[in-house]
């Protein structure tokens, strides 16, 4: 098909095309399908693609969802590119406005979570640090705000952002989202619809705004956004594609402007926990009391020594909490470990 030589060259897909020109700074490209989707190559692994004017948009909606913002976080790039492939290949046909994001392409080459920065903490306007100056992932993360902002301009209806990530450790819960604060913001029961569609199972509320990705698209452009954790960091090709089934045809569902299906069990709702407490590295003797091996959602009993250092320490007090996310080889500042409790 032209569309794919158009946009992607030589290589026979979304992805290859990503990896092969990771760190080239390629020009816009423009091309449209028979049925008239135009579709817009902003540069390496982002894509604006749009409906024909005159097509129903039954949803109302916009949607932007991004992958890889971690390298070596392979599962949701694969199913991003699966989707593209079948859009390509005229197997739906788009209903809503799309911007699809391949986050970080450099670091998807070698495998890693990041190279010099890790990039979900560099939004928000925080690549402008000048501890992030002249370091490619800064750029990136500046680049994908500015795509980001004109495509919530381009189209003005409802915007939700997915971003999709594996973890890092096991988990006791192998799907869950985070929803990034907004003052006095509610999740939509819509929103939680689709979440159990794509078979995830808890959602965690944070405490403050950040500067990850989500957090960007929620208090810079309104959008309803989540950072969606799908299961297990693995390299390419090492994936159970079957167990990503779920947010494939949720999302499959949304961009074809389908309505939601009814929940059914096993997922027909979802456990809710609120952010407790954000453990940072203060870099004051910093010392983390969760051993490297424990799974998110680990539970803490009350008088959990959580963390210490030369001035203060954290511990579980009242009644149980449980832990995401813990990784203490994060730089001075960063988040070691979110803990969490139930709604």
């Not at 540069?43 to 024909?52: A, E, K, Q, R, T």
């Not at 079948?86 to 911007?99: D, I, M, T, V």
């Not at 800064?138 to 500015?146: C, I, N, P």
């Not at 096993?266 to 424990?294: A, S, Y």
Request: glycine share 6%.
């Amino acid at each position: 098909m032209a569309a794919y030589s158009d946009l992607f060259e030589s290589s026979s897909n979304w992805l290859s095309h990503t990896l092969t020109h990771a760190t080239a700074d390629l020009p816009e490209i423009k091309t449209t399908l028979p049925d008239g989707t135009r579709i817009n190559r902003k540069n390496v692994g982002v894509l604006h693609i749009s409906p024909p004017a005159d097509r129903d948009n039954p949803n109302q909606e916009t949607l932007l969802v991004s992958a890889g913002i971690h390298g070596n976080e392979t599962a949701p790039i694969e199913v991003l590119n699966a989707l593209v492939s079948e859009l390509l290949n005229g197997e739906w046909l788009l209903a809503c406005p799309l911007l699809l994001i391949l986050g970080n392409p450099p670091a998807m080459v070698a495998g890693e979570r990041f190279l010099d920065a890790n990039l979900n903490r560099l939004f928000n306007g925080a690549h402008g640090k000048h501890e992030y100056a002249d370091l490619p992932e800064a750029a990136r993360a500046q680049f994908l705000e500015e795509a980001c902002r004109q495509f919530a301009m381009a189209h003005p209806q409802a915007l939700s952002h997915y971003d999709l990530h594996t973890a890092i450790r096991p988990s006791k819960r192998e799907k869950f989202a985070l929803y990034p604060f907004v003052e006095g913001r509610q999740v939509p029961e819509v929103q939680c619809d689709f979440l159990l569609e794509a078979e995830v199972e808890a959602l965690l509320l944070q405490h403050k705004a950040g500067t990850t990705f989500s957090s960007f698209s929620s208090s810079a452009l309104g959008a309803e956004s989540f950072t969606v954790e799908l299961g297990k960091v693995r390299p390419f090709g090492a994936n159970d594609l079957e167990r990503f089934e779920g947010i494939k045809n949720a999302l499959r569902r949304r961009f074809c402007g389908e309505p939601c299906p009814t929940r059914q069990p096993p997922f027909d709702h979802l456990t809710v926990f609120e952010v407790v407490h954000e453990i940072l590295n203060t870099g004051k003797n910093f010392r983390f009391h969760i051993p490297d091996d424990v799974a998110n959602f680990t539970e803490c009993p009350p008088g959990t020594l959580v963390w210490e250092d030369d001035d203060t320490c954290y511990r579980v007090e009242l009644s149980p909490q449980a832990i995401v996310f813990p990784n203490r080889d994060v730089p001075v500042g960063q988040r070691v470990g979110l803990m969490i409790k139930p709604r």
